[in-house]
């Protein structure tokens, strides 16, 4: 059906207003919707606004259900009347809300604002969701939404976050492994934000987010707990050795101290028994084992193994118990495999003498 540009559209909505049933109210405005959806792309300014009165004035005066219908054909139409867009967006049900919040392109970012403001938390998820959400929403949203919508809008990569944004939504992933993980994969959240995340995120999820991030972000990611971890040991206080130091030394001199005593000890995740048990059987100091177990480089840690006469299980369970942000892959754990059989003895024991004399490990 062709549009006719006249008043017989209006004379059958005062008829359909003022004297029809529920019913033929939401068939005209079935009836209105179709017409507009045939010609629409094709009307003037003038025509589109006798449409935006009319659908206007329909929805007022029908059933939520009808609303709902007409708000999800309405939602994805670029040409869609703007006053009646506005109207379906502030529709206290979100039934009726909820496609135009999420999908309309008639929506000013002053209303987003606005609507974000004043509505509850399921408007608030709605608008969450829209692409290219700009940062005067996300500020009104980062601040009132509840656990739901953060993750949702932190979920949504073309959302885009001012400073004060950001930094609230990095506080809001204290406590919350999901919304840690979902930040630190955004690829757009700046450095100072993502080692914030990374340093109140729990081992575990350092760990995930290692392995499921894109490459280039992995190396960005694996680069800052590197950098976390040698912020944390140097600002750590000394640690106390003496009592684990005693027992070994006990087990020492009863002849219980092999590989089978290492291989129990890093099994077990009693890596302060691995280190002191290291450091006697090399014959070195304490400190120079803690800063070779628990530094960044699987491979140093070879050369005290091979040196104390360790067999490959008790190192490989060294290296993948270890307490590190990333655990070591199996790529890596192959290779140090290769490295320690191509180890002698010997070299092993030159370079930790070497590391005693000149107090410092090669990096």
């Not at 656990?147 to 400073?163: D, G, Q």
């Not at 960044?296 to 307490?323: F, H, K, M, Q």
């Not at 059989?341 to 930790?352: E, I, Y």
């Amino acid at each position: 059906m062709a549009l006719q540009p006249d008043h017989s559209i209006i004379d059958e909505l005062e008829h359909a207003v003022s004297n029809g049933s529920p019913a033929e109210r939401v068939e005209t405005l079935r009836q209105v919707t179709n017409l507009f959806l045939h010609d629409g792309a094709r009307l003037s300014e003038e025509q589109v606004k006798i449409f935006d009165d009319v659908m206007c004035l329909l929805i007022a005066r029908v059933e939520s259900r009808a609303r709902a219908e007409f708000g999800k054909r309405m939602a994805p139409i670029a040409f869609a009347p703007p006053e009646v867009v506005q109207q379906l967006a502030w529709d206290d049900e979100i039934a009726v809300a909820g496609d135009v919040l999420a999908h309309s392109g008639r929506l000013k970012t002053g209303t987003l604002v606005e609507i974000a403001r004043k509505k509850g938390q399921d408007h608030l998820l709605a608008i969450s969701g829209r692409t290219d959400l700009p940062e005067a929403v996300t500020d009104v949203i980062v601040d009132r939404g509840g656990r739901k919508v953060i993750r949702k809008l932190a979920n949504n990569a073309s959302a885009r976050f001012s400073e004060a944004g950001y930094s609230g939504i990095v506080a809001r992933a204290v406590n919350d492994d999901e919304l840690t993980e979902i930040l630190g994969l955004r690829i757009d959240l700046p450095i100072k934000f993502l080692r914030d995340l990374l340093r109140r995120a729990s081992d575990a999820v350092r760990a995930r987010l290692a392995a499921i991030a894109s490459p280039e972000l992995r190396e960005e990611i694996k680069r800052l707990l590197t950098s976390i971890l040698g912020e944390a040991v140097d600002a750590s206080p000394t640690r106390d050795f003496s009592l684990v130091e005693k027992f070994i030394r006990l087990k020492h001199e009863l002849n219980e101290l092999d590989d089978a005593t290492v291989f129990l000890f890093a099994e077990a995740g009693e890596f302060d028994e691995v280190i002191v048990s290291l450091a006697v059987l090399n014959d070195a100091p304490i400190e120079l084992m803690a800063r070779l177990l628990e530094g960044t480089r699987a491979d140093l840690i070879l050369i005290p193994c091979r040196s104390a006469g360790l067999n490959w299980p008790s190192v490989e369970t060294i290296l993948r118990n270890r307490p590190m942000p990333v655990p070591i892959n199996e790529e890596s754990l192959a290779m140090a495999q290769r490295d320690f059989r191509k180890l002698s003895m010997g070299t092993a024991r030159r370079t930790v003498r070497f590391w005693q004399l000149h107090n410092r490990i090669e990096k």
